[in-house]
């Protein structure tokens, strides 16, 4: 045999560590030979990773990638399979004071092109990952100064790019290298960076190579085949809460915040929880054991945990509730224990998922009042906003989600509309703007359209009045309590109910938010909570709602309360029937609901806007129907921001209504607009605490400046 050279003795060492440090959990592996073996010939193992990585072991790409691999492998060891996930998420999101101070100077106008070259080649249909020279070519141009020149110049200063997208570290380490380059372009140009560190998905064909072990991570269905992405065959989901896999990505993780020197990590494809995988079941059995005294387990006809298997998703039984609520604490764990680690290697790096946006009905797997206290932002790919056909779609529950938690709403802003909704409701963030794959700047992904011409006074107006959007809160008469457990479990009627009321407050334009079970320990933020459809809480909610009220917090009862516990189990009577009336509001799930919410607010609400008497509106039906509203505060004013859904022309002679501070007195009221150079100033008449003016049209968007000083009496 011929005498290899000592660079290439060393790297298959390296190479052989790799293997054994690592070794298949449930597949077979080659062993070493027996320790009385005398033969010269190299093991079997060790010749087997010549024949394989012989030509890749001379490279020092492969060689860098080797070492980052080895670097991750030590990188904490692996936990034990049957941890179960935690009850109940610790609070990760950075309160604002300790986030990167650029963020509450600037917000955020992103652009995006987050897909490494071999994915991209992958995609668009070429089985062997190779790029033609055209692909490599206009890639080199997608990371250029010149690129960079370009998307500065349209009002972007983040770049949302790649990282790593489940290939492999040597599969990916030129596309790992040249996201460090480009990363610096941006940075040393004043731009901010984030990164696209993991698809939740694993491109087995490559990476199984590199790590045969990972077939161990996989997400397997019902019926014991990997979970795939849609129609890509290629990609298989990952076990986030896998101890093994979280070790790789760990690395990951560091490579982002060390080599990239990123300022946000984006985790995708936070909507697929545990599965029937042999990690899933362990900790689903484990967390069974924790959850429920023998007894109980015993009464739903669970007898042997050992060989409980997972439940339907589609079940109505304890067994059930107890796989959706694991496989939503799954998530929130494993969201958490990224966002730990990145905070070992920097305090203020910023963590961001994608579960989609907030919807009426509960999503599989999510929940985002637990999910969000991991990081401070995520993801909305939902559909556009707009009137369409007499109905009026939004963005607006997920961006009150996104501010009661302390969150932003990353979104595609591809029209003055969406831009517009993102400045009156979201918190820091305009969204993304363009893509700009391959060196062509398109909308978003997947389209060929070219960015909007129209964005540019809106983006323009994002970074010129930041004063308008800085330090601001929500100013909210009520809380809307979603409560997991009655959404997840209740009957549909009572379980739709809270989205049904959310959509009733959006359109009538009211001073609210929403509030999470993960904030029951937060009531107080809130004069007025309101309770829709909330039948099934727990003892400790009930427990702090009633603490709330004896503090002098108020409810607003919408249809039954408090009937059963957190599993759907009935009470003997309801829990909070006992309140005293004075705190309380009730009214039937079929009632005037706006009226109940009014009187428990004791008939002082924040904001009104109706239609002046003297409007003489050429629209059909409602003409305030398309209108939309938030009120927000800064120290000094308040600002009214108006928001036109449709697109058959302005809305016009606006009657607004703004409470006032106690013992404050209006110097002036003025209109601010993308749509106008110069702020419009407004007569008023304040009276009984309010200030009363007319906003005489609201073609897309107006921000009413509402301006007040301390009363000199």
């Not at 996201?179 to 490559?206: I, P, Q």
């Not at 107890?322 to 790096?349: E, H, K, P, V």
Request: net charge positive; hydrophobic share 40%; charged share 20%.
């Amino acid at each position: 045999m011929k005498k290899q050279s000592g660079e290439y003795a060393t790297n298959v060492a390296q190479l052989s560590k790799l293997f054994s440090l690592y070794p298949n959990r449930r597949g077979p592996r080659v062993s070493k030979p027996a320790a009385h073996t005398t033969s010269n010939a190299l093991p079997t193992w060790k010749s087997a990773i010549q024949q394989v990585w012989k030509p890749a072991l001379r490279s020092p790409a492969v060689m860098a990638a080797l070492a980052l691999a080895l670097q991750i492998l030590t990188c904490g060891g692996a936990s034990d399979w049957n941890v179960a996930p935690t009850s109940a998420a610790s609070k990760l999101t950075l309160p604002s004071s300790q986030r990167p101070e650029w963020l509450r100077r600037e917000g955020i106008v992103m652009a995006g092109s987050w897909e490494p070259l071999l994915f991209r080649v992958r995609r668009d249909g070429a089985a062997n990952y190779t790029a033609t020279a055209e692909q490599r070519a206009a890639y080199a141009r997608e990371h250029s100064p010149e690129m960079v020149a370009t998307l500065k110049s349209l009002g972007v200063n983040f770049v949302m790019m790649h990282c790593y997208k489940g290939g492999g570290l040597v599969a990916e380490r030129e596309s790992m290298n040249d996201a460090v380059k480009f990363a610096k372009l941006c940075h040393d140009a004043g731009l901010h960076v984030g990164v696209y560190a993991d698809s939740g998905t694993l491109m087995w064909e490559l990476f199984f190579n590199e790590m045969p072990q990972a077939r161990d991570w996989v997400v397997n269905d019902a019926d014991g085949n990997p979970l795939t992405y849609g129609k890509a065959a290629y990609r298989y989901y990952w076990n986030r809460n896998h101890p093994d896999g979280q070790v790789f990505f760990r690395q990951i993780m560091r490579f982002a915040v060390k080599d990239i020197r990123t300022d946000l990590i984006h985790l995708d494809n936070y909507i697929t929880g545990p599965g029937y995988d042999a990690n899933s079941v362990a900790r689903f059995r484990q967390y069974l054991r924790t959850t429920f005294q023998a007894n109980q387990l015993k009464a739903n006809g669970i007898t042997n945990l050992n060989a409980m298997t997972p439940p339907d998703r589609n079940g109505t039984n304890l067994l059930a509730r107890a796989w959706a609520n694991f496989s939503c604490q799954s998530l929130a764990d494993a969201y958490q224990a990224m966002g730990r680690y990145a905070r070992t290697l920097r305090r203020d790096i910023l963590m961001e998922c994608n579960p989609a946006g907030v919807g009426a009905t509960l999503r599989w797997a999510v929940d985002h009042g637990r999910l969000l206290r991991g990081g401070e932002a995520f993801w909305d790919e939902g559909a556009q906003p707009g009137f369409v056909k007499g109905k009026l779609q939004t963005r607006i529950r997920t961006y009150k989600a996104a501010r009661s938690l302390n969150n932003s709403a990353f979104v595609y802003v591809t029209n003055p509309l969406e831009a517009a909704e993102a400045m009156a409701f979201n918190l820091d963030c305009l969204g993304a703007i363009c893509w700009f794959e391959y060196d062509k700047i398109v909308a978003k992904p997947g389209v060929k359209k070219p960015m909007s011409p129209a964005l540019g006074p809106f983006v323009n107006f994002f970074h010129d009045r930041r004063d308008l959007l800085r330090d601001a809160r929500v100013v909210a008469d009520v809380g809307v309590f979603r409560s997991f457990s009655s959404m997840q479990f209740g009957p549909l009627p009572l379980a739709t109910l809270t989205s049904t009321v959310e959509d009733r407050l959006i359109t009538n334009r009211c001073a609210f938010q929403l509030v999470f079970d993960s904030q029951s320990d937060e009531l107080s933020r809130w004069p007025v909570l309101v309770l829709p459809g909330c039948v099934a809480l727990s003892d400790a909610q009930v427990k702090r709602i009633r603490r709330y009220v004896t503090s002098g917090g108020r409810l607003c009862v919408i249809g039954p309360v408090a009937t059963h516990d957190e599993w759907m189990l009935p009470r003997m009577k309801p829990a909070l029937d006992d309140l005293p009336s004075k705190h309380v509001i009730r009214v039937a799930e079929d009632g005037d609901w706006l009226d109940a919410i009014r009187r428990a607010c004791g008939d002082q609400l924040s904001l009104s806007i109706t239609l002046n008497p003297t409007d003489d509106s050429q629209r059909s039906g409602d003409p305030l129907e398309g209108l939309c509203a938030e009120l927000t505060g800064q120290p000094g004013r308040r600002l009214v921001h108006l928001v036109n859904y449709r697109s058959d022309g302005p809305v016009q002679n606006l009657a607004v209504r703004v409470a006032l501070p106690k013992g404050r007195t209006v110097t002036s009221v003025t209109l601010a607009s993308p749509e106008h150079t110069a702020d419009i100033t407004l007569p008023f008449e304040q009276q009984s605490g309010n200030v009363i003016f007319t906003v005489p049209a609201v073609g897309v968007y107006e921000i009413a400046i509402v301006r007040f000083a301390r009363s000199k009496t």
